[in-house]
């Protein structure tokens, strides 16, 4: 099977300001992606959040919330 191509900082930023939408809500919004594969980012920010790390994270999703402030966690509602 063939891989997704990687999310665009659009795509991401999508995912993260609707943070309060369900996951097929957000499949409206983010066409190209999964229900599943917006599941996988979601279980990504929520683990970036609590340990510093995600293996679930590109580097490019990792600066943005590095570098974003007010932000928060679409799982647990926690500021990021």
Not at 11 to 38: G, Y
Request: hydrophobic share 35%; net charge positive.
């Amino acid at each position: 099977m063939k891989r997704a191509p990687d999310w665009s900082k659009e795509e991401f930023e999508t995912l993260i300001k609707h943070w309060n939408l369900s996951d097929a809500d957000l499949s409206v919004l983010i066409p190209t992606r999964t229900t599943d594969a917006i599941k996988v980012v979601r279980s990504g920010i929520h683990e970036f959040h609590q340990k510093g790390t995600s293996s679930l994270l590109s580097k490019m999703m990792k600066t943005y919330i590095e570098q974003s402030h007010g932000l928060k966690c679409p799982l647990c509602g926690e500021g990021l």
